[in-house]
């Protein structure tokens, strides 16, 4: 038992970290006198269009702010732009009909990550980055320590998984491998999921669960006061795929893959999506510490002063945001690429004429938020005609996008909850998007979300506007 154990711990030493770029060619020539893949390739020229399969996911595709993101996304998203293709992203609603996609030629190509399993060579030729996860515990930090550094510490703990879910099965093994002794409770689907129960150990609500390892490293740069170093499972390869008679694409993929460009991008995006912390200036999920006690809010509360008409609210609210999003700091760049006080994406910025030379400089960086925000209300206005509950759906749709707290309307409706009230309401439908099941109806059109941030965002910008109000005359 404990030899199993030891084994699948030392296989998971460094190739967890795999998930982190390790690449392997599957190019080059086979012998026999059989056409090399170079040759193969020359033979298939790329086509015009990529079709290209993936699933919502917060490691492949999501939108963010009304923006198409995500590490496989951008990274099959600059093959096609270097090869000169159009890319028409089709979005499956699970995996097997991703490959199902695959084998009727729906798609050229899944960029998501497909177990290299014999169940899915079958269909699949694996090809472009190789990911290796494990399954792994989820812990606060103890004095900035992990205090369970071993499997075996696991006897007596009580850990929550999701019912049903292969965490639950992997820690009924671990338990009847070590003896029992594992205190393992099962969390309903339809309640809560696993970025929650990441969230909820955080915050001190449960004690313990267990995650594969990408997820948690995603979620580790929200929460910085955990731990998901410690492997409960053997590694598990998985890959982009083409289908079994398109080898040659295979080889395409693998050939580029090799080339310094693509390997500094994935270095790029691995920083992005897996290590730069999530939480901008002012962490949503902390407490905040801003100083009032000089009669003012920040430097810039003349700006947030002139700004005002424009954005058709009290400055102190704009103010709220800004220290929020930034904590004031004007030379800010998120993980996401939104920049300055008021953390402006740059696609926002040339579409409200903010130059992006000049993104960063606080008077226009405000100046343009201003008119976000009053476009973002005037959208909202007829779905959420009360001015000032509008504000926690305003807020909601600047922090995560439109896109998605529209798909919360929409759920709130369609589920028995009001669509014109935040609190218990839209907001507890936009935290719904975190999960398949409802991220997948009909009545949403943006996918998944994992809306536990914007949820706290809110709260928040709500929370310091009120105490600026109390204290800071209009």
């Given amino acids: 038992m404990r030899s199993s154990l030891s084994l699948f711990r030392l296989c998971a030493v460094g190739l967890t970290l795999s998930l982190t ?32 399969g993936t699933l919502y996911s917060p490691t492949s595709y999501f939108i963010y702010r009304d923006q198409e993101m995500g590490y496989d996304y951008s990274l099959i998203s600059q093959w096609a732009e270097e090869k000169d293709m159009v890319v028409d992203l089709k979005v499956a609603p699970s995996l097997p009909r991703l490959i199902e996609m695959l084998d009727s030629a729906e798609v050229d190509i899944a960029a998501y990550e497909i177990p290299v399993t014999a169940e899915y060579r079958q269909s699949v030729i694996p090809c472009g980055p190789e990911y290796i996860t494990t399954q792994v515990l989820v812990q606060p930090l103890k004095n900035g320590r ?66 594969d390892s990408d997820i948690a490293r995603i979620n580790k740069t929200y929460y910085r006061d955990l731990d998901v170093s410690l492997p409960l499972s053997f590694p598990q390869k998985a890959s982009w795929g083409v289908a079994a008679g398109n080898k040659w694409l295979a080889d395409s993929v693998d050939a580029w893959f090799v080339q310094e460009s693509p390997k500094r991008r994935q270095a790029e995006l691995l920083k992005r999506y897996f290590e730069l912390g999530k939480n901008g200036g002012a962490d949503p999920l902390k407490g905040f510490s801003l100083d009032l006690s000089k009669g003012t809010v920040s430097p810039y509360d003349a700006i947030f002063r002139a700004n005002a008409r424009t954005a058709g609210r009290d400055w102190r609210l704009l ?156």
């Fill in 21 to 52: 770029g390790v690449l392997m060619s599957r190019c080059g020539s086979r012998g026999g006198g059989e056409e090399t893949a170079a040759q193969a390739v020359e033979r298939h020229p790329l086509p015009d269009t990529l079709r290209i």
């Fill in 146 to 211: 992990p205090e369970i550094t071993d499997e075996t510490q696991l006897v007596g703990k009580d850990v929550y998984v999701e019912a049903g879910s292969k965490y639950q099965y992997r820690l009924r093994n671990l338990d009847n491998e070590l003896g029992g002794g594992i205190r393992i409770h099962e969390v309903a689907r339809d309640t809560l999921i696993t970025e929650d129960l990441i969230g909820m150990v955080s915050d001190g609500t449960i004690p313990l669960t267990v995650v």
């Fill in 319 to 474: 103010a709220a945001i800004g220290y929020v999003e930034s904590g004031f700091n004007s030379n800010l760049v998120s993980w996401a690429g939104a920049r300055g006080i008021m953390q402006i994406m740059p696609r926002s910025a040339v579409a409200y004429g903010l130059p992006l030379d000049r993104i960063e400089d606080p008077e226009a960086n405000i100046a343009a938020a201003a008119r976000i925000f009053a476009d973002l209300d005037r959208s909202l206005a007829r779905k959420v005609p009360d001015s000032r509950e509008r504000v926690k759906f305003v807020l909601a749709a600047y922090n995560a996008g439109i896109g998605h707290v529209y798909d919360a309307i929409a759920l709130a409706g369609k589920y028995g909850r009001n669509p014109q009230v935040w609190d218990g309401n839209v907001e507890q439908a936009l935290l719904m998007k975190a999960n398949p099941e409802y991220y997948s109806d009909p009545v949403c059109r943006n996918g998944y979300f994992g809306g536990r941030h914007t949820v706290a965002y809110v709260m928040k910008v709500m929370g310091l506007w009120d105490k600026i109000q109390r204290k800071i005359p209009r």
